[in-house]
T-cell receptor, first 113, second 116 residues
Framework: AQSVTQLGSHVSVSEGALVLLRCNYS??????LFWYVQYPNQGLQLLLK??????LVKGINGFEAEFKKSETSFHLTKPSAHMSDAAEYFC???????????FGKGTKLSVKP | EPEVTQTPSHQVTQMGQEVILRCVPI?????FYWYRQILGQKVEFLVS????????KSEIFDDQFSVERPDGSNFTLKIRSTKLEDSAMYFC??????????????FGEGSWLTVV
């Protein structure tokens, strides 16, 4: 069965600092992995996804994630945080027979001025 | 850009009442989903729907819940006899294929259900 674990329910960084949100996955088959962002009072928006093409995946808003099979990780990074990045971030893996997404518990990112 | 739309954005209902949440998936998509997110918790899969039938459902999706695609464009989630613990944000989603093929699943903005 597939699952994801997000380390840290809350991460706080200063504006301009590196953002690192951690995600580890468990999958019995080669995984497809996703990062979604949820801004306050909004729905889930896809940031980026890994589909076995390139291990370093670039997404929207300057975010990227690197798939590391040896570490079963898919951590999300951004070199320089912006106030507008404050949101909740969800890692997800495709699972089930119909490829429904299995989400982690989410990491809330706060950005301090 | 095409998007998944959901109505209502917020509904308050009394315990025991029936609720219907509506969704218009992206028009050329074939797979439809409902997820829910109880306040402060993770997003949980409820059900997937393909070719006019449920293709997979979680243990949360019991007999209290049903889904329907009545007219080829809307996709509805019905909750019969709502309970307090049904209070959550319900997300509709659609995709051109399944996530197993790496296809993106697109989410609506959610319907916030409050059961009092």
């Amino acid at each position: 069965a597939q699952s994801v674990t997000q380390l840290g329910s809350h991460v706080s960084v200063s504006e301009g600092a590196l953002v690192l949100l951690r995600c580890n996955y468990s999958s019995s088959v080669p995984p497809y992995l996703f990062w979604y962002v949820q801004y306050p009072n909004q729905g889930l928006q896809l940031l980026l996804k890994y589909t076995s093409a390139a291990t370093l995946v670039k997404g929207i808003n300057g975010f990227e994630a690197e798939f590391k099979k040896s570490e079963t990780s898919f951590h999300l990074t951004k070199p320089s945080a912006h106030m507008s990045d404050a949101a909740e971030y969800f890692c997800a893996v495709s699972g089930g027979s119909q490829g429904n997404l299995i989400f982690g518990k989410g990491t809330k990112l706060s950005v301090k001025p | 850009e095409p998007e998944v739309t959901q109505t209502p954005s917020h509904q308050v209902t009394q315990m025991g009442q029936e609720v219907i949440l509506r969704c218009v998936p992206i028009s050329n998509h074939l797979y439809f989903y409902w997820y829910r997110q109880i306040l402060g918790q993770k997003v949980e899969f409820l059900v997937s729907f393909y070719n006019n039938e449920i293709s997979e459902k979680s243990e949360i999706f019991d007999d209290q819940f049903s889904v329907e695609r009545p007219d080829g464009s809307n996709f509805t989630l019905k909750i019969r006899s709502t309970k307090l613990e049904d209070s959550a944000m319900y997300f509709c989603a659609s995709g051109p294929g399944t996530g197993l093929s790496g296809n993106t699943i697109y989410f609506g903005e959610g319907s916030w259900l409050t059961v009092v």
